[in-house]
C-alpha cells in the first residue's frame, strides 16, 4: 500500500503548504518566498547570498505587449491634439478632465484625460517624459505580473489619479498618463518588496519620491492626480498579492475590478460634488 508523503510547509511560514524547494539549500519555500533565479526558485537568504538584486530591471525582462499597445494610444492622442489643437471641439477640449464636465455626464473623461497631454511646446515634453517612465515601468512590471494584471493595474492607477486630480483641481483641464505611470510606480515597489528586493537599494522607491518632489516644487503638476494613482497602483498590487497568497489568483482579477469601479464612481461624486 502506497504511504502519502508527509506534508511540506514553507520554513519562514509554518502554515503554508508548499510543494517547492530553495534550488541552493533544499527548504521549502511559498509563493511569497520565492525568488527567480537562472538555476531556480530561491529562499530570500539564498537570493540575497548568491543572486545580489540590485537594479529596477531585474523583477522583469521580457515582451511588453500591453506597455507597447498604451504607449501608441498615447502617441495617436497626443497627433489628434496637435491636429485640431486651436479648436474648442478638439481632442483636448472634448477629453480633458474637469469636474464640470463630469457633473454633466461627460464621465468618460476620467478616462481620456489619462491620454492626452498638455498643448504647445511643452506638450512634447509632458509626453515624451511620461512615455519614457511608461516604457521603463513596463519593461520591468509587465513580464513580472503579466499582460492582463498589468492592464489592470494601469487602469486602477489611471482612474484613481483622475478622481485624486478632480479632488484637489476640480475646475482646471487635467490631461496626462502621470496617474496611471504613478500607480505603475507604487504597483513595482511593493512587488519588488513581494520578491525580497529592497526597492530604495534598486532605485524605484527613490524615482518615486524625486517624482514626488517634483509634484510640490513645481507649479502646474497636478498633485492630486500623482498620488492619487500612486495610491490605485499599490492598492491594486497588494490586492494581487494577497489573492496569490490565498490560491484564488480570480480573486486578484474581481479585485482589480472593484478598485477601478470605485475610483470611478469616487471621481464622478466628487465631480458632481465640486462640478456644479
Known amino acids: 500500500m502506497a504511504t502519502a508523503a508527509p506534508t511540506r510547509t ?7 503548504e508548499t510543494g517547492v524547494s530553495c534550488s541552493n539549500c533544499g527548504r521549502p519555500i511559498c509563493p511569497d518566498c520565492m525568488t527567480p533565479t537562472p538555476v531556480g526558485m530561491r529562499c530570500p537568504e539564498c537570493s540575497r547570498d548568491r543572486t545580489p538584486v540590485r537594479t529596477v530591471r531585474s523583477i522583469g ?34 477629453g480633458a478632465l474637469d469636474a464640470p464636465d463630469i457633473a454633466n455626464g461627460e464621465w468618460w473623461r476620467l478616462v481620456t484625460g489619462g491620454f492626452l497631454h498638455a498643448k504647445g511646446s511643452f506638450g512634447f515634453i509632458h509626453i515624451g517624459f511620461n512615455m519614457y517612465l511608461l516604457w521603463i515601468l513596463g519593461q520591468m512590471l509587465e513580464p513580472a505580473i503579466g499582460r492582463l494584471r498589468f492592464a489592470g493595474v494601469y487602469a486602477v492607477g489611471l482612474l484613481a489619479g483622475s478622481a485624486g486630480a478632480i479632488a484637489v483641481n476640480p475646475n482646471a483641464y487635467t490631461v496626462g498618463a502621470s496617474g496611471a505611470v504613478f500607480g505603475l510606480m507604487g504597483a513595482t515597489f511593493f512587488e519588488m518588496r513581494a520578491r525580497g528586493i529592497d526597492p530604495f537599494q534598486s532605485g524605484i522607491g527613490g524615482l518615486i519620491l524625486i517624482n514626488l518632489v517634483f509634484s510640490f516644487a513645481f507649479s502646474g503638476i497636478s498633485i492630486g492626480g500623482h498620488i492619487g494613482g500612486l495610491i490605485g497602483g499599490s492598492l491594486a498590487a497588494l490586492a494581487l498579492q494577497a489573492a496569490d497568497r490565498a490560491r484564488q489568483p480570480a480573486l486578484g482579477y474581481a479585485a482589480l475590478v472593484a478598485l477601478a469601479a470605485v475610483a470611478a464612481v469616487a471621481g464622478v461624486v466628487i465631480a458632481n460634488h465640486n462640478g456644479l
Open 10 to 16: 514553507c520554513y519562514r511560514h509554518p502554515n503554508r
Open 61 to 94: 525582462g521580457g515582451a511588453a505587449a500591453v506597455t507597447t499597445v498604451l504607449i501608441v494610444i498615447n502617441a495617436i492622442a497626443f497627433l489628434a491634439e496637435l491636429g485640431t489643437n486651436s479648436s474648442a471641439n478638439g481632442a483636448f477640449f472634448r
